[in-house]
């Protein structure tokens, strides 16, 4: 699905705060199939992980605030983003109300617009399949990083939209991957048959 940046805007809106504030797991299967934009780039969100907060060891803010983790008991719509294995930027979206940790991990789009700047992010990347098929391929082809942590995921270059003429989908569930601890949870959201999705 490719669609002209003009047109997708025209055919679009972006999620109000009220999407978020909502229990991490309801977020993330509902982004499936939603668009991150960010400047003049965008992809359909095909897979996603949710963290529970401070109940859930696998997730950053089990630990409760530290500088690091503030933002995601802050207000819902905003974006987490962190540093991983000295190389990869991972971009979440803050769920629950304030005070409530609770997040988003994007791990998958499909590219639908921008394709050309995400390839010129991504030389390494051969197959259109392969340009953000996963959380660190999607920030780098999107130009996200840690300079947008924080970021107003409701009014700013970071947003997340919502097509008027949404396709029907399924949703497949499975454990979360790549974590060691709470690894068995059914919590990693996908587009089923979706080749998009990290492999």
């Known amino acids: 699905m490719v669609i002209p940046f003009s047109e997708l805007i025209a055919e679009s809106y972006i999620l109000d705060r009220d999407f978020y504030a909502r229990p991490a797991i ?11 934009v960010h400047g003049k780039a965008a992809g359909r969100i095909v897979e996603t992980e949710a963290y529970l907060g401070v109940d859930d060891r696998a997730a950053h803010a089990w630990r409760g605030v530290t500088n690091r983790t503030r933002v995601i008991f802050g207000p819902p719509g905003h974006a987490y983003i962190y540093f991983i294995y000295g190389m990869y930027e991972c971009l979440n979206f803050v769920a629950e109300p304030e005070g409530q940790a609770g997040c988003v ?7 639908v617009a921008g394709i050309e ?3 010129r992010r991504r030389l390494t990347a051969k197959r259109l399949e392969d340009l953000a098929s996963g959380p660190g391929k999607l920030t780098r082809a999107m130009g996200i990083s840690r300079k947008q942590n924080g970021a107003d995921l409701t009014g700013s270059r970071l ?5 008027r003429d949404d396709a029907k989908f399924e949703v ?3 454990p979360r991957i790549g974590i060691t601890h709470c690894a068995d949870w059914p919590l990693r959201f996908l587009i089923a048959n979706n080749r998009f999705v990290s492999r």
């Open 105 to 111: 991990l994007i791990r998958a789009v499909e590219p």
């Open 26 to 36: 309801e977020v993330a299967r509902d982004c499936l199939g939603k668009i991150l």
């Open 172 to 174: 497949r569930v499975t």
């Open 159 to 163: 947003q997340v939209r919502s097509l």
């Open 117 to 119: 700047g995400m390839r």
